[in-house]
Each structure stands twice: as structure tokens, then as C-alpha cells.
Nanobody
Framework: DVQLQASGGGLVQAGGSLRLSCAAS????????IGWFRQAPGKEREGVSC????????YYEDSVKGRFTISKDNAKNTVYLQMNSLKFEDTAVYYC?????????????????WGQGTLVTVSS
């Protein structure tokens, strides 16, 4: 049973930093890509970043390039999202999932195992 648990959200001032964690269990970690997604109030869910566990290739949505860094710890079956220079518009519930998509992807609405996510609130 594939399970991914996002954590690490919180309240931070604009310009600040947070590190999110995504703990994976129930599947062979090395075989997957893991993505971070977010959903702001009143908006569709969008892909932020993803990483290939097997080769470490990383991908970023344009609005977070240079500010967010995705990484992995294979020994801990965990993927991280380091978020620096946070902006008010980064405020959202952040989710991790065994998917890779960047920006608004229509097929994201077909995935129904998002978990609870973790809330990131950036004050301006």
C-alpha cells in the first residue's frame, strides 16, 4: 500500500524559508518519481517540483526555479523540498505524491490519493 506523508509546513514571513518532508512507505522507493504539488485557496492543484529517485533528476515549475530545491534521502525513504525566498503567493497546502507534473495539469484531478498535505502560510 503506497503511502506518502507530507510534513514541515508552517507560518513564515515573506523572504523566509521552510523545509518540507515527504516520508514514503509501502513501495520500492527507488522505482518511483516523487513530486511536490500545491493547492492554494480557490485554485487548482499544481505541480511544483519532482525528482526521479533512481537517477536524481530534478524538475521545477518556473515560478519556483532558483528558490526551491528538491532532494532525496534513499536511506530514509524521504524526499525534501527546501523552500527559500518564500513569497505570499507560495501560500498553499503542499502535497507529495508518486507523480511528476509541473504547473496545472488536467490529469492531476484523476489522482485521488493525495493525503492530508501540509499547510504553508507566507505572510506578506
Amino acid at each position: 500500500d503506497v503511502q506518502l506523508q507530507a510534513s514541515g509546513g508552517g507560518l513564515v514571513q515573506a523572504g523566509g524559508s521552510l523545509r518540507l518532508s515527504c516520508a514514503a512507505s509501502g513501495f520500492t522507493f527507488d522505482d518511483y518519481v516523487i513530486g511536490w504539488f500545491r493547492q492554494a485557496p480557490g485554485k487548482e492543484r499544481e505541480g511544483v517540483s519532482c525528482i526521479s529517485i533512481s537517477d536524481g533528476a530534478t524538475y521545477y515549475e518556473d515560478s519556483v526555479k532558483g528558490r526551491f530545491t528538491i532532494s532525496k534521502d534513499n536511506a530514509k525513504n524521504t524526499v525534501y523540498l527546501q523552500m527559500n525566498s518564500l513569497k505570499f503567493e507560495d501560500t498553499a497546502v503542499y502535497y507529495c505524491a508518486p507523480l511528476c507534473g509541473l504547473g496545472y495539469e488536467p490529469w492531476l484531478s484523476l489522482f485521488d490519493s493525495w493525503g492530508q498535505g501540509t499547510l504553508v502560510t507566507v505572510s506578506s
